[in-house]
């Protein structure tokens, strides 16, 4: 059972265009959301995160948005540029319990130039 | 600082070997998590090891095994291997529980 979902295994943006990744997730237990970034041949980064206290999360042109009573969660990139075309992963987490990450399968991100 | 380092970086192998994989995390850190990325999987917790201890292991077979040393350096191993064996292992480090995880470049391991 998939408890967190990228239902988007690609994408493709013009440089200088919004990216808008999705994740989707089912157990209502999760609280503490994550985004990571994965180019080829290396491990992934982490990216952007948001604790489910809030619903928006900013850092420079990455912003994360959450909503909660959808089990839903988007990664927005503005503006897209080539650098960003990677595998981003979403993941999630209850914030207690030492419980571990649970990831999405990945979006693959491909900016054009 | 140096991140974290996996050896081998690529290996082969054939049906029915074992394997093990050695992960050495960012100094400092205490926690060392390991994944499998298979091809439209994502990345699959396998377990987590914290003070030599494992504090999480995912829904994987017991042919999948891990221990970490006192220095938090962390081995996977993989007994009588198979087909579908074949994945990037990814290990991960964090100082503890909660804190952000640092990933290494990761094991490319096939089965032949």
């Known amino acids: 059972d998939q408890q967190v979902k990228q239902n988007s295994p690609s994408l493709s943006v013009q440089e200088g265009r919004i990216s808008i990744l999705n994740c989707d997730y089912t157990n209502s237990m999760f609280d503490y959301f994550l985004w990571y970034k994965k180019y080829p041949a290396e491990g992934p980064t982490f990216l952007i995160s948001i604790s489910s206290i809030k619903d928006k999360n900013e850092d420079g042109r990455f912003t994360v948005f959450l909503n909660k009573s959808a089990k839903h969660l988007s990664l927005h990139i503005v503006p897209s540029q080539p650098g960003d075309s990677a595998v981003y992963f979403c993941?999630?987490?209850?914030?207690?319990?030492?419980?571990?990450?649970?990831f999405g399968k990945g979006t693959r991100l491909s900016v054009i130039a | 600082k140096a991140g974290v380092t996996q050896t081998p970086r690529y290996l082969i192998k054939t049906r029915g070997q074992q394997v093990t994989l050695s992960c050495s995390p960012i100094s400092g850190h205490r926690s060392v998590s390991w994944y499998q990325q298979t091809p439209g999987q994502g990345l699959q917790f396998l377990f987590e090891y914290f003070s030599e201890t494992q504090r999480n292991k995912g829904n994987f077979p017991g042919r999948f095994s891990g221990r970490q040393f006192s220095n938090s350096r962390s081995e996977m191993n993989v007994s009588t291997l198979e087909l579908g064996d074949s994945a990037l292992y990814l290990c991960a480090s964090s100082r503890d529980w909660g804190n952000e995880q640092f990933f290494g470049p990761g094991t490319r391991l096939t089965v032949l």
């Open positions: 993941a999630a987490r209850k914030n207690s319990g030492n419980t571990p990450l649970v």
